[in-house]
């Protein structure tokens, strides 16, 4: 009678794990409300501006920040020459119009020729190289605060002459 007990208790078991494993299961979709806008680069979280110094080489288009180094003249596109400097202080600006402080980075999206270098500062920082895989980190933006942003481009004697197109790509992350 005691060994019918323990099987009938092992079966009884077995059938439950089963009903266990069949109510468990691999994949669920939960839907909740959620709401959002795309905005312009100058109404965005982290806001690309222009500044009050006019440069013809920032500009906002179709709500994006479009900068361009090229010098247009009576029609003409110039250019950059080698072994020299060009620099556009406070050529924009970064605004932070989230909620917390932000920690954040400026580089660049495509790797520049040998011989191209673009640096960044923010205010009264340093230079900052930005080209190749160089990020310039600038950490404990308070909520609401700006600050403009200068770029200078260094092109040595190996630069080639072309185009460049690096994307400029500013990161934020929280700084809490």
Same mark, same amino acid.
């Given at each position: 009678?005691?060994?019918?007990?323990?099987?009938?208790?092992?079966? /009884?078991?077995?059938?439950?794990?089963?009903?266990?494993?069949?109510? *468990?299961?691999? *994949?669920?979709?939960?839907?909740?409300?959620?709401?959002?806008?795309?905005? *312009?680069?100058?109404? *965005?979280?982290?806001?690309?501006?222009?500044?009050?110094?006019?440069?013809?080489?920032?500009?906002?288009?179709?709500?994006?920040?479009?900068?361009?180094?090229?010098?247009?003249?009576?029609?003409?596109?110039?250019?950059?020459?080698?072994?020299?400097?060009?620099? @556009?202080?406070?050529?924009?600006?970064?605004?932070?119009?989230?909620?917390?402080?932000?920690?954040?980075?400026?580089?660049?999206?495509?790797?520049?020729?040998?011989?191209?270098?673009?640096?960044?500062?923010?205010?009264?920082?340093?230079?900052?190289?930005?080209?190749?895989?160089?990020?310039?980190?600038?950490?404990? @933006?308070?909520?609401?605060?700006?600050?403009?942003?200068?770029?200078?481009?260094? /092109?040595?004697?190996?630069?080639?002459?072309?185009?460049?197109?690096?994307? /400029?790509?500013?990161?934020?992350?929280?700084?809490?």
């Amino acid at each position: 009678m005691k060994m019918k007990k323990g099987l009938m208790m092992v079966v /009884l078991l077995l059938a439950l794990s089963s009903v266990m494993a069949a109510m *468990s299961y691999s *994949s669920a979709k939960v839907t909740n409300a959620m709401t959002g806008s795309v905005k *312009s680069t100058e109404d *965005s979280l982290v806001s690309l501006r222009l500044t009050n110094t006019p440069h013809d080489a920032a500009k906002i288009v179709e709500g994006d920040l479009i900068l361009d180094f090229h010098n247009y003249r009576g029609g003409n596109k110039f250019g950059m020459q080698k072994n020299s400097e060009y620099i @556009w202080n406070d050529l924009f600006l970064i605004k932070n119009n989230s909620e917390n402080p932000v920690n954040l980075t400026i580089t660049t999206e495509k790797h520049l020729n040998r011989g191209h270098n673009i640096f960044v500062k923010t205010g009264d920082s340093d230079w900052k190289r930005i080209s190749g895989n160089d990020v310039a980190e600038f950490n404990g @933006w308070d909520v609401a605060s700006q600050r403009n942003v200068s770029i200078k481009i260094v /092109l040595d004697d190996n630069a080639r002459m072309l185009e460049f197109t690096p994307n /400029l790509i500013v990161n934020s992350s929280d700084a809490r």
